[in-house]
Structures are given as C-alpha cells and as structure tokens.
C-alpha cells in the first residue's frame, strides 16, 4: 500500500512558476514509476508526466513539453513536478500517481497502469 500526498499547487499568473511535491509513505517508493496527471473542470483527466523508478527515463504530453519537468528523490520519497512558463489553460487539479511496472526504465502515460493515486492539489493560473 502506498499513500500519495501532493503539495505545491496554488494561484499563479501567466508566465509564473510553481513547483507540486508529492510525499509517499512507506519503503517500497523507489519500485513506483511515478506520474503526474490533471482534470480540469468538465474535463477528462489527462497525463501530464511521468519518471521511471530509476529516474532514468522521463515523458510529457506535448501540452507542457518544454515548460514542465518532472524528478525524483528516492531518498526523500519524494516525486515533484516544477512547472514554469504558466499558462491559463494549465489550470487543474494535479494528481501524482505510482504505477508497478515490469521494467525498471519504464514510464507510463496510462492511467490504468496506476495503482495509488494521490487526492490532487488545485493549480489556478490567471491571465
């Protein structure tokens, strides 16, 4: 069992910057891919990024390529998602999720492939 806390989100103006932490809690953190993904009102939730579980390999949607990168501190249990260059259209509630995949290089742009998913922390950025 792995329990996701995110941290970070807020009010931003366009252009801005914001850094979203998500917390784990047990020892087994570093066997997750991790992901970060979002919902925006009326909306389906769509992938926004996700890390490997060595950290090696990294993927975005082309939504944030560019502007958003995703890392992890295995130490810290820790996944975080810096985020810069601020749009409108960015705003949403983030969620950070944990995937067990087969292979240690792997990532996951699928929610299904999650197992735990945190309970979102609201992203708001004004024009």
């Known amino acids: 069992q792995v329990q996701l806390v995110e941290s970070g989100g807020g009010l931003v103006q366009a252009g801005g910057s914001l850094r979203l932490s998500c917390a784990a809690s047990?020892?087994?953190?570093?066997?997750?891919?991790m992901g970060w993904f979002r919902q925006a009102p009326g909306k389906e939730r769509e992938f926004v990024a996700a890390?490997?579980?060595?950290?090696?390999?990294?993927g975005y949607a082309d939504s944030v390529k560019g502007r958003f990168t995703i890392s992890r501190d295995n130490a810290k249990n820790t996944v975080y998602l810096q985020m810069n260059s601020l749009k409108p259209e960015d705003t949403a509630v983030y969620y950070c999720?944990?995937?067990?995949?087969?292979?240690?290089?792997?990532?996951?742009?699928?929610?299904?492939?999650?197992?735990?998913w945190g309970q979102g922390t609201q992203v708001t950025v004004s024009s």
């Open positions: 047990g020892r087994t953190f570093s066997t997750y891919a």
């Open positions: 999720a944990a995937a067990l995949l087969a292979l240690r290089s792997s990532w996951s742009a699928a929610p299904n492939e999650y197992n735990y």
């Open positions: 890390i490997s579980r060595s950290g090696g390999n990294t």
